[in-house]
């Protein structure tokens, strides 16, 4: 294994800062390894070798005369095939898109850009990132390195297996309703969406009141530092966040005084027996740490069809013309719930709207008794391959088996995915660390006291 396939962003920053190896050796180091786990991973939906290498160079320009940009600078990296990447193609993991490159950057990708980022191309996703696993018509499957035969989740799953693999150290994910997290918890990294609006997002989401965009990583500390640059207030985006971006790294270092609730199940899921008994583990772990935990059941039911209502109808209304027109284009799953969506009536459709008020206003009341929420973050720690859902939760759809993870898109809190070690079946378990309204500083003082402690 590589010498810089699992070394963290500060580690690489530090040693490229004082020109221990350049830029173009990191990335001609990456290539090498990139040919030899691509082929069975299936991690890139679009591979950018010569626009990698040019970005490099211009890197090591910088590092030799003093000019170093930040941490980012000279680290190779990748952004889902969900975001505008300018000079490449945005494809959505679907047949029905064009292969044109697109003209602009994301928001995020400029700030990545900005930082001497290195952008080696697009990560693969779901088909429009309606599944919760990791496969797509367009790309095919994307393999788990933790385990080829499972997948590594989605729909952010090109992102996750790359940066479990050891490829990079980080990568850019999207998360509309568990994204982010559903692959982080399955390949055992670190994985955080932030505050709705926090980082910004253009070109329009055909999800915009429950999309964003984060990173994916092998450490809060990572996670703090990539977050920390593609956060922040610009104008294209209406729901972007004017307030200034916390210092999140040094949240990570400093341990809180928080409230947490835990719930095992939110009060309406259910979890597979070797989940509960590692995340309850791991909860009682952080009680003989001193956290002040209290054991609690959120809710009465599953707020599924409020998250259907809104997700599936905005991508479905998107895809009308394909929908009718050329429907063999689509995942067939997909194809099924974006029909089912696009026939709810206006009043069926507003009344989910008001629903989603009124559950928003009940879990901002939870968190004004906590600092903290934990859950799962996901009821299982493996998916085979070429499975929609997980074997015993063929009653659930494509995405409500993943039951803990779309409730806080809903309510657009920060949430993270935190690996908290392996079950009895030698698979990683994760908990969901929730925080209260613009409190990302308080999950990021959690997990970093989990990793400490080596719980993780």
């Known amino acids: 294994m590589s010498e810089f396939s699992k070394m963290s962003v500060a580690d690489l920053s530090r040693e490229l800062g004082r020109k221990a190896f350049s830029p173009t050796e990191l990335l001609r180091d990456v290539l090498q390894r990139y040919e030899k786990l691509e082929p069975e ?23 030799m005369h003093g000019e170093k940009l930040g941490e980012l600078d000279g680290i ?46 697009k990560s693969t996703t779901s088909e429009f990132g309606c599944k919760a696993v990791g496969d797509s018509p367009l790309s095919g499957v994307t393999r788990n390195p933790l385990d ?108 809180r005084d928080v409230r947490i609730a835990w719930s095992p199940t939110m009060g309406f899921g259910r979890v597979d027996s070797d989940v509960a008994v590692c995340t309850a583990a791991a909860v009682a772990r952080l009680e003989l740490l001193g956290y002040n935990i209290e054991q609690v059941d959120l809710l009465d039911a599953d707020p599924i069809e409020m998250w259907t209502s809104e997700f599936y109808a905005g991508v479905g209304t998107r895809l009308r013309g394909i929908i009718d027109a050329q429907p063999e284009l689509l995942d067939p799953a997909v194809l099924k719930v974006l029909q089912q969506a696009l026939q709810q009536e206006m009043q069926s459709y507003y009344e989910s709207v008001f629903a989603r008020y009124t559950f928003r206003e009940k879990m901002r ?30 009653d659930k759809s494509i995405v409500s088996w993943a039951m803990f993870t779309y409730p806080f898109n809903l309510t657009g809190n920060p949430a993270a995915s935190m690996p908290v070690g392996l079950t009895s079946k030698g698979r990683p378990a994760a908990l969901q660390v929730v925080g209260a309204t613009f409190d990302e500083a308080s999950i990021f003082s959690l997990c970093g006291a989990i990793q400490r402690e080596g719980m993780s």
């Open 41 to 63: 991973l299936n991690m890139f939906a679009y591979f950018d070798r010569e626009g990698a290498l040019a970005q490099a160079k211009a890197s090591e320009r910088r590092i």
């Open 76 to 121: 190779p990296t990748s952004v889902k095939d969900l975001i505008a990447v300018k000079n490449m193609p945005m494809r959505f993991g679907s047949k029905s898109s064009s292969a044109d490159p697109v003209a602009i950057d994301a928001p995020a990708v400029e700030r990545l850009r900005a930082a001497g980022a290195v952008i080696l191309g």
């Open 148 to 255: 080829p035969n499972l997948t590594p989740g989605g729909s952010s799953a090109g992102a996750a297996a790359m940066v479990a693999a050891g490829l990079v150290p980080y990568a850019i994910g999207t998360d509309g309703g568990g994204s982010i997290r559903i692959p982080a918890a399955l390949t055992g990294i670190f994985g955080i969406k932030a505050q709705f609006g926090r980082v910004p997002v253009y070109p329009v989401s055909a999800t915009p009141t429950l999309a964003h965009v984060g990173p994916l990583t092998r450490s809060p500390e990572d996670a703090a530092t990539v977050l920390g640059v593609i956060s922040g207030f610009d104008r294209r985006d209406p729901f972007s966040v004017r307030e200034s971006v916390p210092d999140f790294n040094n949240a990570v270092s400093q341990q």
């Open 365 to 394: 009341q939870v968190f004004d008794k906590y600092d903290i929420l934990l859950t799962p973050t996901l009821p299982v720690s493996g998916v085979e391959v070429g499975r929609d859902v997980p074997e015993g939760y063929e």
